[in-house]
């Protein structure tokens, strides 16, 4: 098979990195994910310059020595906090480019031996605190296209990052497309997110229509704050008829609360006295 001198000298240099990784038993799990990364990206940049014939032949040999290097699982002994804490601090460093980000993320996994979808948990949660909403949103992106994560709670996570990065219209495309084709099943948690998203976002149409949906489903709303902020949409929409009609029929989760509030503070009042 004929190779361009790019592709043919870039392959000689994957083969001796490989093979010093090999021959060395002290080489740190750092290092040879870092330089995994690097042979990754050396390979994408490289390949643009080349036809399509040798992009494939670099390919097929990058997945070769990425297999090559599996069979003697560097990296194996190091902890799972470890290896955390190495993803976490390499996605701070890098810049925005998805490329970056998604070859990251896969030179990361290649170590493993099954999908590490715990790990990746706590790395979401740690970028969470860190309130890098874009990294988070790039990681679950990432996840979802390897089939993973596939889960109501990680929807969640995208739809709040996706919100807290002032990506409110790109939340609302993936709630169509990924979440509300089948409202009948959605938790209400969920659904709170999404109306109070629309909510802060003036995105009004759409939490009215969001919610007559649940209602035609008779999914019936757990807490007062999802009427109060349908009430004010249909107030600021000039449909207040309809806000009416919401508050009248809701009216029992207003009740429900003013009774709460009442007995606490009864309670208060009698350990007061008895102490």
């Known amino acids: 098979m004929w190779r361009s001198p790019a592709i043919s000298s870039l392959v000689g240099q994957l083969a001796r990195a490989g093979d ?152 609302h495309m993936f709630w169509l497309k990924k979440v509300g084709t089948d409202l009948h099943s959605v938790p209400w948690q969920l659904c709170k997110r999404m109306i109070s998203i629309y909510y802060r976002n003036n995105m009004l149409e759409s939490l009215i229509k969001l919610f007559k949906s649940l209602e035609a489903f008779d999914r019936k709303p757990p807490e007062k704050s999802i009427i109060q902020k349908v009430a004010d949409a249909y107030m600021m929409l000039g449909m207040l008829e309809e806000k009416k009609r919401a508050l009248q029929k809701y009216n029992y989760l207003f009740q429900e609360t003013e009774k709460g509030c009442l007995k606490k503070s009864r309670n208060t009042s009698s350990k007061k006295k008895s102490g």
């Open 20 to 171: 010093a990784w090999i021959r060395s038993p002290n080489c740190s799990y750092n290092t040879a994910v870092q330089a995994q990364i690097s042979n990754i990206n050396a390979i994408r940049s490289t390949s643009i310059l080349e036809n399509q014939y040798d992009r494939k032949a670099a390919c097929e040999i990058a997945d070769q020595k990425a297999g090559r290097v599996q069979k003697f699982q560097i990296g194996e002994n190091v902890s799972r906090n470890d290896k955390i804490k190495f993803l976490v601090n390499t996605l701070l460093d890098l810049d925005n480019s998805r490329e970056a980000v998604y070859g990251t993320l896969d030179a990361w996994v290649a170590w493993e031996r099954t999908f590490p979808i715990v790990s990746l948990k706590s790395v979401l949660l740690t970028l969470e605190k860190e309130q890098q909403w874009h990294r988070v949103v790039q990681v679950i992106k990432w996840m979802l296209s390897k089939g993973q994560g596939n889960t109501m709670g990680t929807y969640g996570q995208l739809l709040q990052a996706l919100d807290k990065d002032h990506r409110a219209e790109e939340a």
